[in-house]
Nanobody, 125 residues
Framework: HVQLVESGGGSAQAGGSLRLSCVAI?????MGWFRQAPGKEREGVAA??????TAYADSVKGRFTISRGGGNTLYLQMSSLKPEDTARYYC????????????????????????WGQGTQVTVS
């Protein structure tokens, strides 16, 4: 059973920063973050694979950083936030062990790609 618990969301002003955290029940080789805003499609934001390689959506490249911490924790450091970053952010684990690029693409595929948590809301104004 995959259990993922996100935290760290909230409100921020444009140009500000937030750090999201995701605690998993165990270690997973491929993990990532996706977001979804009301009325919009799911968008893969960032992913990391077993080798530590990372991949980012063009919309967040240079502003967001995905990383792993101790205790099966996954982070998403978000800087230079924009109003268009407003969305609910989900921590995710693909069904398959994928490369970071593959995981990022899969999260944006719109299909049932894996497991995710309840999400945490990020609002930028």
């Amino acid at each position: 059973h995959v259990q993922l618990v996100e935290s760290g969301g909230g409100s921020a002003q444009a140009g500000g920063s937030l750090r999201l955290s995701c605690v998993a029940i165990s270690h997973y080789d491929s993990m990532g973050w996706f977001r979804q805003a009301p009325g919009k499609e799911r968008e893969g934001v960032a992913a990391i694979d077993s080798g530590g390689s990372t991949a980012y959506a063009d919309s967040v490249k240079g502003r967001f950083t995905i990383s792993r911490g101790g205790g099966n924790t996954l982070y998403l450091q978000m800087s230079s936030l924009k109003p268009e970053d407003t969305a609910r952010y989900y921590c995710a684990v693909p069904y398959l062990d994928l490369s970071a690029i593959q995981a990022l693409s899969t999260m944006s595929s719109g299909g049932d790609f894996g497991y995710w948590g309840q999400g945490t809301q990020v609002t930028v104004s």
